[in-house]
């Protein structure tokens, strides 16, 4: 079946996706991106034991969201040109010995340096992504990669919990040197599975990248979807770098605890495959807002969490991630059905402008929380989503109708 699938891709023809290769495609995809957030609950344990001070904790969580901007920026597009699979598994391997040396790590200024490499060497999920797009008809594309991504965006929410309780019971190391398994194990698979292809496109690897510039300044939905996605996620990433920080020290939870915590915000990752399927009925827009809304919406439980407790963190852990996940979907089955020899490019923007909101979020989180606690991080991260609300009321709405 994967000759025959090889051969197929390679040849440009439409593939059938099964079920088992698009629940394959998600928990490959889950597995990869990951690595991108193991570190994010245990800053507080990693910086003491390599002797990073408090307030450059964050530094490892923002460093490997660049590295993946990086990487989304300068490797993705590759997919474009060399064969995807390949590609896929040189990438890879990279991960592979990057989370290794993570384990072994003991400088400061050398882990900062592998949590770089971490990122920019879990970009294989996005080569994953619209390789899965290319195979999937135009009428079922939305349902596919709404799939794909409820597997991914499990791996990013589950990631924390994981790393939480293992690096609670075994130490922080023990997470990096099992993700390094892990991605051994998802490797292989991927090498004997995953169907090959062949891009068409013909150019230089320096003419591919000149023409990112191009796609951004002719290509109006993806600017507007990249905005809005990145503010979405630099709210995320503040929110889920600074509760960490909030949860030990205001209410005194353990790893394990935190874990849990982590694990219930994972519940916001259903909103994956209703927003895939709204996309395909032709609800782009209406969904678009009301995940705006929502998000803007999902920071008032923690401006009253002293009378609810971690209740109201809870709330807002879930109301947020359902609200991220569902306007990323909504992006990606967009920017999908633009270009076809330009996925790979297209997706490498729009998901660079993601965690480069990311990294912003993460990196400001330790300086926020130290000056202001809580408070200061809530309503920091709350004026993100109403920018983005802001500029799709005034303008990004009536693009997008024209646009449907």
């Given at each position: 079946?994967?000759?025959?699938?090889?051969?197929?891709?390679?040849?440009?023809?439409?593939?059938?996706?099964?079920?088992?290769?698009?629940?394959?495609?998600?928990?490959?995809?889950?597995?990869?991106?990951?690595?991108?957030?193991?570190?994010?609950?245990?800053?507080?344990?990693?910086?003491?034991?390599?002797?990073?001070?408090?307030?450059?904790?964050?530094?490892?969580?923002?460093?490997?969201?660049?590295?993946?901007?990086?990487?989304?920026?300068?490797?993705?597009?590759?997919?474009?040109?060399?064969?995807?699979?390949?590609?896929?598994?040189?990438?890879?391997?990279?991960?592979?010995?990057?989370?290794?040396?993570?384990?072994?790590?003991?400088?400061?200024?050398?882990?900062?340096?592998?949590?770089?490499?971490?990122?920019?060497?879990?970009?294989?999920?996005?080569?994953?992504?619209?390789?899965?797009?290319?195979?999937?008809?135009?009428?079922?594309?939305?349902?596919?990669?709404?799939?794909?991504?409820?597997?991914?965006?499990?791996?990013?929410?589950?990631?924390?919990?994981?790393?939480?309780?293992?690096?609670?019971?075994?130490?922080?190391?023990?997470?990096?040197?099992?993700?390094?398994?892990?991605?051994?194990?998802?490797?292989?698979?991927?090498?004997?599975?995953?169907?090959?292809?062949?891009?068409?496109?013909?150019?230089?690897?320096?003419?591919?990248?000149?023409?990112?510039?191009?796609?951004?300044?002719?290509?109006?939905?993806?600017?507007?979807?990249?905005?809005?996605?990145?503010?979405?996620?630099?709210?995320?990433?503040?929110?889920?770098?600074?509760?960490?920080?909030?949860?030990?020290?205001?209410?005194?939870?353990?790893?394990?605890?935190?874990?849990?915590?982590?694990?219930?915000?994972?519940?916001?990752?259903?909103?994956?495959?209703?927003?895939?399927?709204?996309?395909?009925?032709?609800?782009?827009v209406r969904a678009t807002l009301i995940a705006l809304v929502v998000g803007a919406l999902a920071y008032m439980p923690t401006f009253i969490h002293s009378s609810w407790g971690v209740a109201g963190l809870v709330a807002t852990?879930?109301?947020?991630?359902?609200?991220?996940?569902?306007?990323?979907?909504?992006?990606?089955?967009?920017?999908?059905?633009?270009?076809?020899?330009?996925?790979?490019?297209?997706?490498?923007?729009?998901?660079?402008?993601?965690?480069?909101?990311?990294?912003?979020?993460?990196?400001?989180?330790?300086?926020?929380?130290?000056?202001?606690?809580?408070?200061?991080?809530?309503?920091?991260?709350?004026?993100?989503?109403?920018?983005?609300?802001?500029?799709?009321?005034?303008?990004?709405?009536?693009?997008?109708?024209?646009?449907?």
């Open positions: 079946m994967s000759n025959q699938l090889s051969a197929t891709a390679s040849a440009g023809s439409p593939v059938k996706l099964t079920q088992g290769l698009i629940a394959l495609f998600a928990i490959c995809c889950g597995a990869i991106v990951a690595n991108l957030y193991y570190a994010q609950p245990i800053t507080e344990l990693i910086a003491p034991d390599i002797h990073m001070s408090n307030g450059m904790a964050s530094l490892i969580v923002s460093l490997t969201q660049i590295g993946y901007a990086l990487g989304l920026f300068f490797l993705v597009p590759l997919g474009d040109l060399i064969e995807n699979r390949k590609l896929m598994i040189s990438t890879a391997l990279v991960s592979i010995a990057s989370l290794a040396a993570a384990a072994f790590a003991h400088q400061p200024g050398g882990f900062l340096v592998i949590s770089l490499l971490v990122g920019f060497s879990s970009v294989a999920v996005q080569i994953l992504i619209p390789l899965a797009a290319h195979l999937s008809p135009d009428q079922s594309r939305g349902k596919v990669v709404g799939t794909i991504m409820s597997g991914l965006l499990l791996g990013i929410l589950l990631a924390r919990p994981i790393s939480s309780v293992v690096a609670g019971h075994f130490g922080w190391r023990a997470v990096f040197g099992s993700a390094a398994v892990l991605m051994t194990m998802v490797t292989t698979v991927l090498a004997l599975t995953i169907p090959r292809r062949q891009p068409t496109h013909q150019a230089t690897y320096f003419e591919l990248i000149g023409s990112l510039g191009h796609l951004v300044r002719t290509v109006p939905v993806l600017r507007h979807r990249s905005l809005y996605q990145a503010l979405m996620f630099a709210s995320f990433s503040l929110f889920w770098t600074a509760i960490p920080v909030e949860l030990t020290r205001q209410f005194g939870l353990t790893q394990t605890r935190i874990g849990l915590f982590a694990l219930v915000g994972a519940i916001g990752a259903t909103s994956a495959p209703v927003a895939g399927r709204l996309a395909d009925a032709g609800h782009t852990g879930i109301v947020l991630d359902f609200a991220v996940q569902m306007n990323m979907v909504l992006g990606q089955r967009e920017i999908y059905a633009l270009h076809a020899a330009s996925r790979n490019r297209l997706n490498a923007l729009y998901m660079t402008s993601i965690f480069v909101g990311g990294s912003l979020g993460s990196a400001i989180a330790s300086p926020l929380y130290e000056h202001g606690g809580w408070p200061l991080v809530a309503a920091v991260a709350t004026s993100f989503p109403l920018l983005a609300l802001a500029h799709y009321l005034l303008i990004g709405r009536s693009h997008a109708r024209r646009h449907a």
